[in-house]
DNA sequence: GACACCTGCTAACTTCCTTTTGCATGTGCA
DNA sequence: TGCACATGCAAAAGGAAGTTAGCAGGTGTC
């Protein structure tokens, strides 16, 4: 995901809610410096491996890392994490354009008024 | 773009955090327009005025929203509500030095607003 | 007084997120 | 065979967040 496209209201707030947490972050600021496997990045950031893992999943499904399976020499499986390069910029407007696309609360019974268009 | 975002890794986290919601995104975009007081904005968002303040709350906590309380011509008090304008970039290395400042898994939160924005 | 509008709060419920614990798989090496 | 290292997942407990319902106060007008 780079910033060029502009970013779906959901998807937005699926990526906020990525972002927005301590151990997360501090995963994207390791692979940052360089990509890693599960195991040692654990080590690294002084986390349980179980408790990394759900939040490598967090990120990768909201596309901020990905990751690839690789084999050591000694034949030990691997999986690789790296960041994506994303470019993110938020401003009050750039936040009302994407609010446009955000999936209404109810859009069954609810009295139009006429806000998601424009 | 000189001396940009100051904002602390713990800041950061609590922005995002507020951010991260589909109600307060509406809430940016909504005032983004035009400043309003909490009755109308309810009203516009379709949402209940407790629920709008809980968010308003949060969203002033932040320092992305102010209010300010006003008398209305026939004497009513209104709080009225704005945005204030804010610029978030946001990469993974940016990220990484914003991680630096995240207070580790022992100490107390800090608290702070003011310096990411401009 | 009754109504319509404005503001604020808390208690309680529900739902989601975070974290731990435990087990299962596989490899290579002494 | 047993240990060390790698991977994966799911259930369960604890806590934080979202939401509703109900209460309180205020003003001005008919």
Same mark, same amino acid.
């Given at each position: 995901?780079?910033?060029? #496209? $502009?970013?779906?209201?959901?998807?937005? /707030?699926?990526?906020?809610? *990525?972002?927005?947490? $301590?151990?997360?972050?501090?995963?994207?600021?390791?692979?940052?410096?360089?990509?890693? &496997?599960?195991?040692?990045?654990?080590?690294?950031?002084?986390?349980?491996?179980?408790?990394?893992?759900?939040?490598?999943? %967090?990120?990768t499904a909201a596309?901020? /890392?990905?990751?690839?399976?690789?084999?050591?020499?000694?034949?030990?499986?691997?999986? &690789? &994490?790296?960041? %994506? $390069?994303?470019?993110?910029?938020? *401003? $009050?407007?750039?936040?009302? /354009?994407? /609010?446009?696309?955000?999936? #209404? #609360?109810?859009?069954?019974?609810?009295?139009?008024?006429?806000?998601?268009?424009?």
């Amino acid at each position: 995901m780079s910033g060029d #496209p $502009p970013l779906s209201g959901d998807d937005l /707030v699926r990526v906020l809610g *990525t972002l927005a947490n $301590p151990h997360r972050l501090r995963v994207i600021a390791a692979l940052a410096r360089e990509r890693a &496997y599960v195991s040692r990045l654990a080590r690294d950031l002084g986390i349980s491996r179980a408790l990394l893992q759900v939040h490598l999943r %967090k990120l990768t499904a909201a596309g901020l /890392v990905s990751a690839q399976l690789e084999l050591s020499e000694d034949g030990k499986a691997m999986k &690789y &994490y790296e960041v %994506k $390069p994303f470019v993110l910029r938020l *401003t $009050p407007e750039l936040i009302a /354009v994407a /609010v446009r696309t955000l999936t #209404p #609360p109810d859009a069954a019974d609810r009295d139009g008024a006429g806000g998601w268009s424009e």
